[in-house]
């Protein structure tokens, strides 16, 4: 089920009503309706897959128990591992194996070895990143000793499903979720409320502005041979809002709907767009799973301590996990490790914890400087996302050729007459998303205006609202694009 | 719980209410839009017509109205739509006589493919088009019968569904151009020929057997009715199409039933599909419809057939 589909529509309301007016009373039916709604929400796309939920969430919860009632280090060591190989070896059978075949078989064609090994026919399963990242970290905790493993089925296995973040996200900690699961939770005027406005700003974000710049880099990155540097330049910036508005956006959505059931979670985006160096960018962007990889991979690999070329190491490895964890192409790598090396430099000068507070905190406009720093760093990341869309790396180094040529500043509206309503619109877009974050970004997202006159913000709701509304595409909506990871 | 409820009903009627208001003004603005084909044709009131053509793209590409004008000295005007099916057809036919135009006689483009417009077209019926009317009896019974009762409830009675399901039908762009007076159908008078297109090896289609769909029949007839009573006298014709699909199809249904049908109601039913030119590529622009060059040739042939059968 899709958060922008009309389904979803009926089907959150639905949840309301009876999680707050017919469960409410026992704790454990209330989870248990959670769980009963997560795994419906779920098998609406396929129903063959819950069973991937389904071990991924026995075993870790098995293997927590079990961790718990062992001591002997090299046991608990084994126990771990099961929960890796099972987690993990999923991901690697469902995500990674055609990718691990044809690399292979290409590294031995090279070889002038010709290998007879066919790739398989693998749907990929909604969410499998995610879910499994977040179990993982659950047994992770409780072999470090940070966490004590819980007793409750029905608990755990709803904070594995738990629909609104289910299928990307936020990756939740188990300290975080796990516990909200386990107390009665009440109705709260000022959450439930706070949860539409993000709810509703989360749409804005992914079917106007995403969807609507969608169009035009499709076309873009379609055929970046034929086009102007120009062009190539307003196709990937666009992509850049495309991506944002559409992860953000789910995210926002994710959070708002947890609200509504009275659940917090972690926040995932914090205006990443204004960030001044590519440090602070990544401590704004997807925040569950740079936090993920800071604790359970960068952290354990020696982290900021040791030599230069170690820390060098740390850096470049996380990074390049990172971008495999996005999918299985030699693109994401490369993405994951043109990030690293914009983020080496800083820490070789120790300077990536220079920005940690927003940018202009007591003041409305950034300082020439800050303007200028926040230019460079959203032009480097937009080199980095060329890769990331880019289908193959020929394809993306084709972009990056024709993106670097005497045509840069370039516009020819000719080659562009196909697409110039949705350019035109999806610019005006992010324009509007860029002002109204940029005065916002001390908030939590972008429509939290409790400081406006009560109508001044419902006829901004309002007209978010209709916007949005007729904006949809209802009779084949676009998918989120981080649910193919 | 109380507060967040009342507060949350409030403003869907808020919006319900102001998207109602103005959902009445895109009911009142959008069929202004005459750069469109179909809201060209109902902007015609009190005029007077020889003939009219209905169907398909091979009507609404494959003739050109003032050739035919000229060959049969009379007035008419084309009002098909591409990938219409004939529920299409008797809703734009019925309308544009109910806006008070008198017409002598009504030319049909009829063929395997407008006998069962699901099989044959990705959108047979254009139900966005018709919403701005959707109050008048006989179009709210065709959207009910094409889309269900649901939809027809919600459509006409939450009248802002309308235009938000159909947002990427009606954008912005389409808007704007309701303000523009200035329509390239009055030069065509509704036809649009394929002037730059040209034969190219394209793909034949795959071997089918027709059939008569019953929505396709009952509208066909709903149209021969409605032209019984308003005494207007009613032509078929079938359209060239290229020789290699002559015979391709198993189309024995679909021939027996407008046979059947052309007995039923007296109509003279012109076929030509086997014309000599359908042996010329030159004259195709794809295996269903002709180019530049044959649409005038066939509009001359037409001309000359119609001659016959028009009632002046």
Redesign the interface.
């Known amino acids: 089920m899709l958060f922008n589909s009309l389904e979803f529509a009926i089907f959150l309301p639905l949840v309301f009503i009876a999680y707050w007016f017919i469960f409410h009373k026992n704790l454990t039916i209330q989870n248990l309706f959670i769980l009963f709604s997560s795994y419906l929400f779920y098998g609406w796309w396929d129903w063959r897959f819950l069973s991937l939920i389904f071990v991924s969430s026995l075993t870790d919860y098995l293997i927590g128990i079990q961790l718990a009632k062992t001591v002997a280090p090299p046991k608990r060591k084994r126990l771990l591992l099961i929960s890796l190989g099972v987690n993990l070896g999923l991901l690697a059978c469902f995500k990674y194996f055609n990718f691990f075949i044809e690399s292979l078989v290409d590294l031995f064609t090279t070889a002038g070895i010709t290998l007879n090994v066919k790739s398989l026919q693998i749907i990929l399963p909604v969410g499998i990143s995610f879910y499994t990242f977040q179990t993982l970290s659950y047994t992770i905790d409780i072999y470090r000793n940070k966490l004590k493993p819980t007793h409750d089925f029905i608990a755990f296995f709803a904070f594995v499903s738990f629909f609104p973040q289910l299928v990307a996200g936020p990756i939740e900690r188990a300290k975080n979720l796990l516990p909200q699961f386990q107390r009665p939770r009440s109705f709260h005027y000022e959450q439930a409320a706070d949860g539409l406005r993000q709810m509703l700003w989360g749409l804005f974000k992914k079917i106007v502005v995403a969807d609507t710049c969608a169009v035009a880099v499709e076309y873009i990155f379609n055929k970046p041979a034929t086009l102007s540097g120009g062009i190539l330049l307003v196709g990937v910036t666009l992509f850049a809002f495309q991506i944002y508005g559409d992860f953000s956006g789910y995210s926002d959505i994710a959070i708002g709907a947890a609200r509504l059931l009275g659940f917090d979670l972690m926040r995932n985006f914090a205006f990443p767009y204004f960030s001044r160096d590519i440090a602070e960018f990544w401590r704004r962007w997807h925040i569950s799973l740079s936090t993920w990889f800071r604790d359970y991979l960068f952290i354990p690999l020696g982290g900021s301590r040791g030599t230069r070329q170690q820390r060098i190491r740390n850096i470049l490895i996380t990074f390049t996990v990172s971008g495999f964890w996005h999918g299985a192409n030699w693109t994401f790598l490369i993405w994951g490790f043109l990030n690293g090396l914009y983020y080496v430099p800083l820490m070789l000068l120790n300077r990536q914890k220079k920005h940690t507070a927003i940018v202009a905190q007591n003041r409305i406009f950034p300082t020439p400087g800050e303007l200028v720093q926040m230019l460079l760093t959203f032009l480097i990341t937009l080199v980095a996302w060329i890769f990331f869309r880019a289908s193959s790396l020929q394809e993306a180094w084709i972009y990056l050729n024709g993106l670097f040529s005497k045509s840069i500043c370039l516009i020819p509206l000719a080659e562009i007459k196909s697409i110039q309503y949705p350019l035109l619109k999806g610019c005006f877009f992010c324009l509007i998303l860029v002002i109204v974050e940029w005065f916002q970004r001390r908030q939590q997202h972008g429509l939290q205006i409790n400081h406006l006159n009560g109508v001044v913000r419902w006829v901004i709701y309002l007209i978010i609202f209709t916007i949005t509304l007729y904006s949809a595409n209802y009779h084949d909506p676009q998918e989120f694009i981080y649910f193919q990871f | ?1 109380k ?2 409820l009342i ?2 009903g409030l ?1 869907l009627l ?2 319900l209410g ?2 109602s208001l103005f959902t009445l003004y895109l009911d009142f603005q959008l069929p202004r839009n005459v750069r469109h084909k179909l809201f060209w044709v109902f902007s015609h009131q009190q005029q007077h017509f020889d003939f009219v053509i209905a169907g398909h793209s091979r009507a609404f590409n494959l003739v050109d109205i003032p050739t035919i004008q000229k060959k049969t000295n009379t007035t008419g005007l084309n009002i098909a739509l591409g990938g219409s099916g004939l529920t299409d057809n008797y809703l734009i036919f019925r309308k544009f006589i109910e806006n008070g135009n008198h017409v002598k006689n009504l030319i049909v483009q009829i063929d395997i493919y407008s006998l069962n417009s699901a099989q044959s077209f990705g959108y047979p019926f254009h139900d966005f088009l018709f919403l701005p009317y959707i109050y008048t009896d006989y179009i709210g019974d065709a959207i009910k019968r094409h889309r269900g009762w649901l939809r027809y409830f919600f459509w006409k009675y939450l009248p802002c569904t309308r ?3 159909f ?2 039908k009606y ?3 389409f808007l704007r151009s309701s303000f523009r007076t200035d329509s390239g159908w009055n030069r065509s008078l509704g036809s649009k020929i394929f002037y730059d297109l040209n034969y190219k090896n394209f793909k034949k289609p795959p071997a089918r057997k027709y059939s008569v769909a019953p929505i396709d029949s009952l509208y066909l007839e709903k149209l021969l009715e409605f032209t019984r009573e308003q005494t207007i006298n009613v032509v078929f014709y079938t359209a060239p199409v290229y020789y290699k699909l002559q015979g391709y199809h198993n189309t024995q249904i679909p021939d027996r039933f407008l046979q059947e049908i052309c007995q039923k109601y007296q109509i003279p039913h012109l076929d030509f599909t086997a014309l000599a030119l359908c042996q010329n590529q030159y004259y195709f622009r794809d295996y269903n419809h002709l180019n530049s060059a044959g649409t005038l040739l066939f509009s001359e042939i037409l001309s000359d057939s119609l001659n016959h059968y028009l009632k002046r």
């Open positions: 719980m507060k967040f507060k949350s403003f808020l919006f102001v998207n235009y938000i399901e947002n990427s954008d912005l762009e």
